[in-house]
Each structure stands twice: as structure tokens, then as C-alpha cells.
């Protein structure tokens, strides 16, 4: 079968992005030539958890091509209450709808639901695991504003280590030639080595900072994330450091006057709301490129015979994945889908390796 | 007034309901052609308890005919919370609206709500009651598939005492010529005997079994239901039996092959996952043709000026229904309509006598 | 900026309360010529608090002008739940639609939420504060069925004290000329003063009553409130009154024959069931009004140059408001707006005075 499902933005090759990019241009340059676009075509939003931001930013994308929308939000509401199985839920789902847009709690729920659905199906989170489309967002919007993806000096501020959203912008941006990375976090937080590996594999130049303050200062454009207090080592090390990381007017008066701030939202208080109105704060424009970007891949998933995504290869394992987070865990007639990586064995669900 | 209520399939003549299929099929055929039956019509989903499938059945199927719908799947987010009537609800939403599809956890409530509609509404479920569009999904599945309804053997399996869904069927193929019927459950969970009554005077040939495997072999159709492990008398009635009623690879090796297998969902483990894959595994088309029969019954109930839906004569009880689950309990401005049958007063609203 | 926001009715000029009466007729006219109005138009409908009727009315206004919608109903299901602030929700979202309808328990909250949208809002509940689409209603209704909306005796019944549809009614109302009031609650819930200042600034003839039976008898128009329980002083109170300001068809039958009754709803049992068949019980169809009187305000707020709404003069107070229901209360970054009403400083967020 054709695999028309996004379920990691990895799979996408540099030219399809690019693409995707491209399309979405067009679309806020005239909308009105897409307003039927998807005229009599439904998209159904599985909400499996609240993300209301998510959810409206795919319905409104749907809208504005002419198409509709169903599905829920609120699991409690869905027929899982009735111990329905995901392959299930999905099977009759895809005969409903043209198109999938799914949010999970668990890892990996969006590729085991892939496996069942007779549409194209996008991941629009699952766990703490993937979310392609908030990364896509993030680059529809570097382009848009910075005119680029590349030759560019990016700075990712916050929780490095457990933020899924900077380890995709991360490997996404690595692709592109000449950008160099500036890692702003605290120690316990820093980016995971697996990234460093993948920016020194593609000769991207990268600086760790334990100071937003000074790191400020030349870059293109800051990834603001949020640290979770609990995340600090101690009380003393949380009161001592708690606004090294913040986002405040005197921190940005230091930087270029064409640096531009991103961050994925929700915002709590790493970015302090007086610098709301500058223009370098581009924020809340990110979420509405995101909808122009969700209104580009959904043209293409449905639309576009040669936006092919590229399947992995997969073997059966004779180990279940291990991972409690993993969807093998809950949908028991999931197969042991599994990949080689590096001489291991991954899980094609959860990306976890399996021992 | 006119009746374009659908609150019992019982209501239907042989005549409406082969209608109602031909325009089904006549949709499925060009659905094209119906893209703009309904533009400009709004369907309300009053969902006083969440059944997705059937909700998200539902909208699909009036956004399909280029309607829109409007609607609720949480009880705690409606009004009924502040202490509203169901006349109350009807008579505002049925202001809004050009037509209504309801469940309701309490029994007659859709045709208590019927009383107060200006508009036609569906009964999408009242507590364990009627739910007549299940049964009307079962037949067009069934006339699709088969090319008929009548002359065939038709097998329903599983807990035949409580089963609504299976009520139903057997009393809409009890009115073709030449149907006949296995009756395969546990000795406690065995058809009530009204329904016996109903073949018999309809003059259709049944067996009864308790073993699905010896069942199975010469079957035009299989119904699937579940059995509760609550209905059985013991435990260890429940481990003796639990896999009897189980359709698994080795009792469908025995069906033979243009067998069909329908389920009205949501299956649990009384169909293994391994035959999904089956060409005689039709439970999940099912809900696709589900979704076209539903656009049929909006089209005749909104447009067919001669699909009127026979009115039963009722009169005024002195007495109040006794039955604690029926909706004269909780709205107490409900008249006592009643309906005489078989020289007994029965309640007009859950079928239940009144004493 | 143009201010397009709709708060607070008090902030509309009869010209403008009178072009939305027109435009609603109109619409009522010949709806088929507004089909396609808001083509490609978005609601948004953000309910902070459940309100079936208020948001479906909404719901149904704009999918009749040809728009379609998003929104939610349920705060936890919303990213408020992560602990979004409400300046961040109202500027992602105001990228997504075209217009906003909110409805959210603190007191406020639409005023603030207007500050940081980039689109029109429309209040659709803040707390007991301010519900201007309500009164609305009511007086499309009046307008529609009296034929005008000066020189009438207008009855007000029930918890008058509490009831802030009773007090907008009465102070919209009150711009007309030769209305006169009739005042029909116990005396624990009588009007407060500041409405009877207005009745009397504007020449106003009005009565106190403490009996609806008398009351009723020269009415045109007779607009029911509930008296919740907990309202009377004592219990014994609550049994020797708690039948005075029913309506029922005794009192009923002293009313003249073209009086009109209308009621917010919900309805508990301030209004007996029997009469719902009343011609002059209006109540119901009083939604069907409200629908339109939506769609207008939709229509003059998106398309409508010229309607444009005023703004009050405000200062920036050096006192925080110290009503706990304000919406300053919980939303940290809002100023202290504020503006002077009889030498008192007031907050502009809920009204109340600012010590």
C-alpha cells in the first residue's frame, strides 16, 4: 500500500518539505483559490486527549479548503470508554472519513493506528514521543520570516533533554546546509547525545550555554520551551536559576533586531508577556503558519499522487517491546514490528530499542 | 400532525423499508449526486450519552448531503444539567434545526421527545430499548451483500435474551418471505419467548442451539453479540463455556464461503482479531453502510413527502407506567399514552405493561 | 483601533439596538437571501462554561449565514487546563476565526479577552455580570410580536435583585419612550436602587407589586424569572410564597389577550407546563428570535462599516479591582482599566467600583 500517513516528520525528504513549504506559501499568498479545494471531503479529528490549539488549528485547515470535519475530543466520550481496540476504532473511523487526524496519550499509537487505516492519517502527538506537524510549523515559519532554512544561527532555550519538540526542529534543521545551533539550558537539561551525534554528523557547528543572556546576542532565531520546575535538581537550584532561562525585555534587548522568537505553546512564564508586542515576538503568527501548513499537508496527503512517504523497513520481532509507554503494551494484537538501527533492534511503535 | 418519526423500525411497512434500502443503494451508487441534497439543512446530535460511532455516523452522513449539524455528546455540557425538561430542550432545539437524531439513556425518551419536535426526529438509542437504525444498517448490509432478504438461514449468536439488536433483526426478517433462523446462546440467555411467538406466527422455521461450531456450517449469515460474563449463572459456567460462543479461525473453516458475518459493534473478544481479514468479515463495511442508510433515512424523512410513518392509535391510562427505567419516571408532565396489545395496556413511550 | 466587540448592550445607541431589530427582520424575511453571506467565515465559539442553547443558537446563526465553526464547550478539555493564559488562547485563536462568541463564569472576561483579539468578539455570559445577546432576544421578540418597542407596560417577575437579564432588560428598555415598569418580586428581592435611578432619570413610570395575580392584569408584555429556593429568607417564607410568582393559568386568565410572556430560560417551575400551549406564551419561540438576532449581530459586526461600537474613556486606575469574581483577579498581566462613572472610579473589566 501507498504510505500516505505522517506519522514522523523524519520521513520526509528534504525536497518534500521543501514542497510542503512551498504549498503553504501559496495558500496565504491567495487563499480563496483553495476554498474548494477539498470540497465534500471530511476530516475527522481523533482527540484522544484535550489539545485544543491542535485540534482547531487542523479544523479550521480543513474548513478553509472547503472541506468538514467530525470526530471528539474528550476520550471519555469515545467508544474506548467501551473497551473498543484502536484497530477497531479506526476501521470504521477511515470508512467515514477521507482524512485522520489523531492525538494520543501513548507512544506510538498514531503508526499502530497507520497500520489499520484505509486513509491517510497524521500524528498530531502521541506521548511525549513525536508531533510532526508543531515541527512543521516551526519551519514554515523560519522560511516565511528568515526567507531561508539555511545559514542560519538558531538558539533552543529550555528543557532540552525531555523537549520532543526542539529534538525534531533539531533534526530537522541538521538537514539543511550551514546552520549552526547555540543549546541554552542547564546541565541536568541538556540536549540528549543521541542530537549532538546527529549535528556533528552532519558538520553542523553547535555551542552549549548555560546562559540565555549571553547567547542572546547573534542569533537568527530563539526556540523558547519551558522548564518544569520539578525538572530543576533541588529548590536551591530552581530559586537560583529559575529566570536565567526566562525570556524578559532586558535579555531581548541584547539580541539582533532580526532575531525572531518561536515557541511551540502553551507559554507559561518563560517568556515574559511585556515583550508580547515586540516584533521580533512571533509566537502567536507561528500558530497561524501552522495552519497554513496543516492546510498544505492535507492537499498533499489527499491530493498529490507523487507526495509519497518513505516506509521504513520492518521485520517481526520475537521480543514485545518492553516499553510501558508503548502501544504493545495496550493494543495486545499489535505485531512485533521492529527495525534495525546501528546493529539494534527498535521498535517501528515507540522508536524504544527492544532488548 | 404527520408522523416523520423514527422511533421504532416496527413502524415501518416492507414497502418503506425496501424503499429506504433502494435509496441507500441508489446513493452508494453516484453519491456524487447527493452532495447538495441537503445544503443549507442542519441535523442536531443530541447525544445525552456518548456513543461516538453512532454520532460520528451520523454527521458524516448529513455532511455528505452538503447539510451541516450542530449538537452535544456530553450530558454534564447541556442544559439538562441546570435542570432543564426534554420538552424544553425539543421545543428550542427543534427551532434551531430541520431535523434531530437523539440517544438517551432512558427509555422512550426519543419518543417522549417526538411529542415536542417540530421537526422529524431519529431515535439513535434509548437506554436498552429500540435503536432502530442499527437494525436498519444490519438489513442494508445484509440486501447488499446477499442480494435479498428473504429465503435465507440466518444465525444470531450470543446473549439472545438481552440482545435489542437482535430483537430487532429477527422481527424485520420474520416479515420477508422464506427467512429461517438459528438460535445460538447459552440455555439462560435464550430468546425470550415473544419473540418465539413472532416466527411462529410468521411462520418461520427456527432450530435452537448451543453450540456456535455445529451452528455455523450451512448459515447465509452470522449476528455476533457479546455475552456479558456477568449473564452466566456461575463461574464456572463461564469457564466452561466462555470460548463456545467465540468465533475463532476453526469454527469459520467450517461456514462455508459465501457466509456473511455482521456485528453490530463494539466487538470485545467474541470475534478473534485474526479473521478481520476474512473476505466473510463484514462488520466493519457494515458501518459504512450504516453511514448510507442513515443518509437515506434523512432524505425521506426530510424530502419524500409520501414517507409517513405510521401513527399507533393510543389512548390516555389511568395509570402511570410503572416500569422504573421509562421516561414517565423523570418527566412528570408526560401523559399516560398507552396502546392496547393482545388485550394489555401498554405503556406508549417503552412497550413495557402497564398493571 | 475600530472597535467591533459587542460587551455590553449599554454600549450600542437605539440607532444602532434599532438597525439590529431591521437586520434581524430581514434575515427573518427571506433567510434564503443570507445563505451564502458569511461564505469562508469562521465562529469561533469558546465556551469556558457549558451553555447548549447559547452556543448552539450561535452555532445555527452562522451555519445559515453559509460560515461554519469551531470552538469547544468544556473548560477541560481546553488548553486553559494546561494553564494557558487567557491573552495567549484569545491571540492563537483570533488567528484561526473570523469572529469570536465566548462564554466564560468570571466576570469580565470578555472585556479582557476583546483587548488582545484581532477579530470581533461577542459576550456571550461573563459570570453574573454581563449577557448582552440575551437581552437581545428579548427585545427582537417584543419588537417582532408588540410591533414596537416604546409605550408598553412591562411586567418584570421573580428574583429581581439577581436577575441581570431583568436588569438589562429594564435598562435597554428604558431609552424608549413611554415604557412603563411593573416590579413584581418578595421584597427581600426587590430591584436595586441603581435600576430605579435609571427609571427615573428617564421619566419612567413604574409600580411595585408583591403579587404577580394582581400585576398581570394591564400588561403587554410579562417577562418571568426564576427565584431559586435559597433566595428566601426563611423556609417558612419560601412555603407562604413560593407560589405567588408562578405563573400558572389562573393567573393567566386575568391577563389581557395580547400580553406576551417571555423568559430567559432555562425554565424550572416558575411557569406551569400547562400553559406552554398558550398562545401568548412565547417563550420558545423567543430562542427562534434570538437565533436571528444573531445572525444580524454576526452580519453588522463582519460587514458593516459603519457599525461600529463605542468605546468608554478609561484611565489606568493605580488600584487593582478588588471584586474577587473579576477577571483581573486571575488574569495577572491585565491593567488596571478603570473610568469614571459619578465621581467614582470604576473598573472597566466588571463594572464594580474600584475603592
Not at 9 to 38: F, G, T, W
Not at 110 to 129: F, K, Q, R, T
Not at 276 to 292: E, H, N, S, V
Not at 298 to 313: G, P, T, W
Request: glycine share 6%; proline share 4%; charged share 25%.
Amino acid at each position: 500500500m501507498i504510505n500516505k500517513n505522517l506519522i514522523d516528520l523524519e520521513a520526509l525528504s528534504v525536497d518534500q518539505i521543501n514542497k510542503l513549504i512551498r504549498k503553504a506559501k501559496r495558500i496565504m499568498k491567495s487563499p480563496s483559490d483553495y476554498r474548494h479545494a477539498c470540497d465534500g471531503k471530511i476530516l475527522a479529528t481523533l482527540f484522544y486527549e484535550p489539545s485544543t490549539r491542535t485540534q482547531m488549528s487542523f479544523q479550521t485547515a480543513m474548513l478553509k479548503l472547503g472541506g468538514r470535519t467530525i470526530g471528539f475530543d474528550n476520550p471519555m466520550n469515545s467508544s474506548v470508554a467501551k473497551g473498543e481496540s484502536l484497530k477497531d476504532t479506526i476501521s470504521i473511523v477511515s470508512g467515514y472519513a477521507d482524512i485522520i487526524a489523531m492525538r494520543h496519550p501513548v507512544e506510538g499509537t498514531a503508526m499502530a493506528a497507520s497500520l489499520y487505516s484505509e486513509v491517510p492519517l497524521i500524528n498530531c502527538g502521541d506521548g511525549g514521543h513525536l508531533h510532526p506537524t508543531q515541527t512543521l510549523t516551526d519551519i514554515i515559519t523560519l522560511s516565511c520570516e528568515k526567507g531561508r532554512l539555511d545559514h542560519l544561527k538558531i538558539g533552543v532555550c529550555g528543557d532540552l533533554l525531555n523537549g520532543r519538540t526542539v529534538h525534531s526542529l533539531i533534526k530537522t534543521l541538521a538537514k539543511y546546509e550551514g546552520n549552526s545551533f547555540v543549546l541554552i539550558s542547564t546541565k541536568e537539561l541538556s540536549i540528549p547525545l543521541y542530537i549532538i551525534d546527529i549535528l556533528e554528523k552532519n558538520g553542523c557547528p553547535y555551542e552549549i550555554s548555560h546562559s540565555l543572556s549571553d547567547a542572546i546576542v547573534d542569533l537568527d532565531m530563539l526556540y523558547m520551551t519551558r522548564i518544569q520546575r520539578e525538572r530543576f535538581k533541588s529548590e536551591e537550584d530552581y530559586e537560583a536559576q529559575k529566570y536565567v532561562f526566562v525570556l524578559d525585555r532586558e535579555k531581548l534587548d541584547k539580541a539582533r533586531e532580526d532575531m525572531i522568537i518561536l515557541h511551540p505553546l502553551p507559554r507559561v512564564n518563560e517568556i515574559t508577556v511585556d515583550i508580547d508586542d515586540d516584533p521580533r515576538a512571533l509566537y502567536f503568527k507561528q500558530a497561524q503558519y501552522g495552519m497554513f501548513g496543516r492546510m498544505a499537508l492535507i492537499l498533499l496527503l489527499l491530493q498529490d499522487e507523487d507526495f509519497v512517504i518513505e516506509s521504513r523497513d520492518f521485520e517481526i520481532s520475537p521480543h514485545r517491546c518492553s516499553n510501558p509507554k508503548c502501544v504493545t503494551q495496550s493494543e495486545a494484537y499489535l505485531p512485533n514490528l521492529s527495525y534495525r538501527k546501528l546493529g539494534m533492534q527498535m521498535c517501528d511503535f515507540c522508536d524504544k530499542r527492544i532488548d
